[in-house]
């Protein structure tokens, strides 16, 4: 489907939006139902975002900072700023360094499977916002069982299940129940789903689940309110509260992104940075990862455009976070185009996804009533594809990096 398709339709009436905007709920406030937990770390990241001042950095600063062998904070502020641009090429021949020292050559593979594309937020970015007129299905068991078997076939051991932040059409049991079908074809499972509480992660934990990733989107709380104007999602404080309630829940695992060109790009990095160092500190035995995505264009929504970030910025974010965290995993999604995502794996990424789609139902021919995709990727390789590029750049592809004994 064109993204410029039923564009009118997606223009909600002005009577509409005043009603919406009478009745919208504080974006800081808990709705009944939601976890709150004694932690202090939202508090430190947006202390720390507030106070991050990137125009202050000079060249000295930056050189100080790349000729440390451990990066604290003020250092990965420092690589994180506009001076650190002429130094580019440095940061990527360290950030090269560190993750062969901690990765080797190993590269992990992945890939998505959408198996649900209603929701009930309104977050003008996204093409699965509930105002926005897509197709919307949602895959029964038979069909996510079918799904997985097939792209298990292309020799992949780790999915990462998706749905749209509808609780009423993917509530925790059926995502429990796609978890444990996905134990039968994958040693890995990731879950990119709407936050939830500590309980229920524990349930998913159980169910196979290993990690779980989520875009905080953007860490600016205004910004956030103007963006997300509608649902569940709109409460800033429980979506960047989720990562420490999934370690809670016993996941191994969490990924933390913004998506970048939402707003400052530099801050939104440095506090997605922050937030992963200060949970890492607080549990020691978890699994960090970051993602880096751009904004990309979505169905019936012409006028999504990134603020500013293009492939250099891009670069400057990733080997940050590598320099800052070398320990940590980075994903490099098909947000990106091939030469983009072949380049940052050569250099600081240590996962790529391969054989992708955002739509609903769209690795088996069988699979009926198909939903509309979330947004553009810009890399559609197959796994072959993606396993042969890798070793072209003589890297390892690995299929799975755990074995359950």
């Not at 939202?42 to 900072?65: C, H, I, P």
């Not at 670069?315 to 320099?323: C, E, G, K, S, W």
């Not at 240590?350 to 789609?357: F, Q």
Request: with cysteine; aromatic share 10%.
């Amino acid at each position: 489907m064109s993204k410029n398709n039923h564009i009118n339709e997606s223009i909600l009436s002005d009577e509409i939006r005043e009603h919406q905007k009478k009745n919208r709920i504080d974006h800081m406030t808990y709705l009944p139902g939601m976890e709150v937990i004694e932690s202090d770390v939202m508090d430190q990241v947006l202390a720390a975002m507030n106070a991050y001042d990137y125009e202050k950095y000079t060249d000295s600063d930056v050189r100080r900072a790349l000729a440390k062998d451990n990066r604290g904070p003020e250092e990965f502020a420092a690589l994180l700023s506009p001076a650190a641009l002429p130094h580019l090429e440095e940061m990527a021949q360290l950030a090269q360094k560190e993750t062969r020292k901690h990765f080797g050559n190993s590269v992990y593979m992945f890939t998505p499977i959408y198996i649900a594309n209603y929701c009930e937020n309104y977050c003008i970015y996204c093409g699965f916002n509930c105002h926005n007129k897509i197709r919307r299905a949602k895959l029964n068991y038979e069909e996510i069982d079918k799904e997985m078997k097939s792209i298990s076939e292309s020799g992949l051991q780790e999915i990462l299940i998706l749905t749209g932040e509808s609780r009423a059409k993917s509530d925790v049991k059926y995502i429990g129940e796609a978890c444990k079908i996905a134990r039968k074809y994958f040693k890995v499972i990731g879950l990119e789903v709407y936050p939830m509480n500590s309980d229920e992660y524990r349930y998913l934990h159980e169910c196979g689940a290993d990690y779980v990733t989520v875009f905080q989107e953007t860490y600016n709380p205004d910004k956030y309110e103007t963006l997300h104007l509608a649902g569940h999602k709109r409460i800033f404080p429980y979506r960047v509260n989720t990562q420490e309630r999934a370690l809670m829940g016993g996941m191994r695992g969490v990924a933390f992104a913004a998506l970048l060109g939402l707003d400052d790009f530099r801050k939104d990095a440095f506090a997605t940075g922050m937030h992963a160092w200060l949970l890492q500190r607080k549990y020691p035995h978890a699994e960090i990862s970051f993602s880096c995505p751009r904004l990309r264009p979505i169905i019936n929504n012409d006028r999504i455009n990134p603020m500013d970030v293009h492939e250099t910025q891009l670069l400057q974010v990733v080997t940050a976070y590598r320099l800052f965290m070398p320990y940590a995993g980075i994903t490099i999604s098909t947000r990106e185009c091939a030469r983009v995502r072949d380049n940052i794996v050569n250099i600081a990424a240590t996962k790529i996804s391969a054989g992708v789609s955002t739509g609903i139902g769209s690795h088996v021919e069988e699979v009926e009533d198909k939903g509309d995709e979330q947004f553009e990727i810009s890399d559609s390789r197959t796994v072959d594809e993606v396993y042969r590029d890798l070793t072209r750049l003589h890297l390892q592809p690995v299929m799975s990096d755990y074995i359950y004994v």
